[in-house]
């Protein structure tokens, strides 16, 4: 939030006092305590019996998939009970010894898992060295049953121990409601400060190497498990699985909703001393950093205290100058302060401090309307010059910070994608509506794409889409020869181009740069033109258009 809206970084102060900037540990706990105070909230876009009728049908299926899931998770267990009797019947199998009445799935289990000598397998070096005789057999069963009878008193008594703690000293929870239904504290990760009994090292690595890892061989997934089946046990697995594709397929699409905060018990937060929770010093009343408030307390306390700070966060000055510069750097390529997120003394000094001034309280003057700071930008001389360079002013300001000329500027990821769709006529420009996946068969604005929070999509991260896991205040601007490759090879340019031939097809040449340039070709690019297009066979449209569209003038905005 500071970082964003008020360029400043009071997240360093969670640990220490700012080392560079006024900001103070007690400031970024008396922030803190707001968030803490709120809690995450789902607020739909449908009536309220809509949204109910849709909840309760949706607990309906929870409910069976847990049901089947726990009863999969049971019978992966008792599978693996079973199985693990015949640990050396599978290992003489997989080196070779011929057996007939073992289970395929986990025979072939079994030999995946001896294939791979060179991870560490506690207790098995003389099978990889070459010993696979039925004594090592025999004896790393027994050992393999003895580790599963200690784990399992092990797992026993840390459970009655946890128990135990938790009634003779049951610990107040203060817990936070988080997105999805989880919870922090005690809820989350109940026992976790109680010491626990283990197995041996090596001893715990050959246990979760059999039955603890998804590779191991005597470890079922859900998806494995029903066909190791049989009987009473898959008519049940059947059966279950039946209710829940059932109930499914009867559920509807979630209404759609907002994602939001919502009031949660106040909470003022005690100082995490060097930012550790665990050694706690006095608590800190909700407030706004005393630096940005003229040294006087503006008190957070009303409920959660989001609101107060909403409002003394919108009409602080910094707000307004932060937005102005934002907005700026989008318009020209960087900002007049190039630290967007940080104004403070390690951030960059403006070139031009008066512009800002008047741009922010214009801005503030006009009721922060985002619009019409636009057009007030666009329609000025310095946004409509071009982008030449002049060799006096290039030697006097080769940064352009007096923005003297225009920047030349590569187009983002997404505008560059959707410039391709509104050339080849295919853009789609139904405002709002459900995010759509990523594809080369995505017709929309790339702003609608569904993309993943913690899992890049690797086209658009190749033309330098930040992680949305991080903040980024800028995109950094990077051309390396991948970049060309997508647009020599990527499906997505290729169906854009078919598209585009066509049209550059019935207008030519001059047509082709007048729609993709919004210039004409010179001399030397028509006659070019032509010599590809004679030589390039049935396709030379699409093959043109797939040229034009991997141009740099294509792609930078000058």
């Not at 034009?548 to 792609?555: G, I, M, P, T, V």
Request: charged share 25%.
């Amino acid at each position: 939030m500071t970082r964003g809206i008020l360029g400043v970084t009071v997240a360093c102060a969670r640990c220490h006092d700012h080392k560079y900037d006024p900001f103070t540990a007690e400031d970024y706990y008396a922030l803190a305590g707001v968030f803490a105070s709120s809690a995450y909230k789902e607020y739909p876009l449908v009536p309220a019996a809509e949204s109910a009728a849709w909840i309760a049908r949706k607990k309906q299926v929870d409910e069976a998939e847990k049901a089947l899931n726990t009863f999969l998770d049971g019978e992966a267990k008792r599978l693996a009970a079973g199985y693990a009797p015949r640990i050396a019947d599978f290992m003489m199998a997989a080196a070779g010894e011929p057996a007939a009445d073992l289970q395929p799935d986990v025979l072939k289990r079994w030999q995946e898992y001896l294939a791979r000598p060179e991870e560490f397998h506690p207790f098995l070096d003389a099978w990889f060295q070459g010993r696979r005789t039925r004594a090592e057999a025999g004896a790393f069963q027994r050992l393999l049953l003895e580790i599963v009878a200690e784990k399992e008193a092990l797992d026993a008594e840390n459970k009655r121990v946890v128990e135990a703690a938790s009634k003779a000293a049951p610990k107040p929870k203060r817990t936070i409601v988080l997105p999805g239904g989880y919870r922090s504290d005690e809820d989350f990760n109940p026992g976790a400060d109680i010491p626990a009994k283990s197995l041996e090292r090596d001893r715990f690595v050959a246990w979760n190497r059999t039955f603890g890892e998804a590779s191991g061989p005597l470890k079922f997934s859900r998806e494995l498990t029903p066909r190791l089946l049989e009987g009473e046990a898959l008519a049940e697995y059947r059966k279950l699985h039946a209710r829940v594709e059932a109930l499914k397929k009867e559920l509807p699409e979630k209404y759609p909703f907002l994602h939001g905060m919502t009031e949660f018990e106040p909470w003022d937060l005690p100082l995490n001393i060097r930012g550790n929770p665990e050694e706690l010093g006095e608590v800190v009343p909700r407030r706004f950093p005393l630096v940005l408030s003229g040294g006087k307390p503006v008190p957070l306390n009303d409920g959660s205290g989001r609101l107060q700070l909403a409002n003394t966060v919108a009409h602080h000055p910094l707000a307004a100058r932060v937005a102005v510069n934002r907005i700026w750097m989008h318009l020209f390529g960087q900002g007049l302060v190039r630290t967007p997120s940080n104004f403070g003394r390690t951030g960059d000094r403006p070139a031009i401090p008066e512009l800002l001034e008047y741009l922010a309280a214009w801005f503030a003057h006009q009721g922060y309307g985002v619009k019409a700071l636009i057009r007030e930008i666009v329609l000025s001389e310095a946004y409509q010059r071009a982008s030449q360079t002049n060799a006096a002013n290039e030697a006097e300001d080769p940064d352009n910070r007096y923005h003297w000329r225009q920047n030349r500027r590569r187009l983002d990821a997404e505008p560059l994608l959707d410039a391709m769709l509104a050339v080849s006529g295919e853009l789609d420009l139904t405002p709002g509506g459900v995010s759509q996946a990523f594809d080369a068969k995505l017709r929309r604005r790339t702003v609608y794409a569904n993309l993943g929070r913690f899992k890049q999509d690797e086209t658009l991260s190749l033309f330098d889409l930040p992680a949305a896991a991080v903040t980024c205040e800028q995109r950094v601007v990077t051309n390396v020869p991948l970049q060309k490759l997508f647009f020599l090879n990527s499906d997505v340019v290729e169906r854009r181009a078919r598209a585009l031939a066509p049209r550059i097809e019935q207008d030519g040449i001059a047509g082709a740069y007048r729609l993709l340039f919004q210039r004409e070709p010179n001399e030397r690019e028509a006659a070019l033109a032509r010599r590809f297009l004679d030589g390039a066979g049935p396709d030379k449209w699409k093959l043109y258009a797939q040229v034009l569209l991997s141009s740099n003038e294509f792609a930078y905005v000058d």
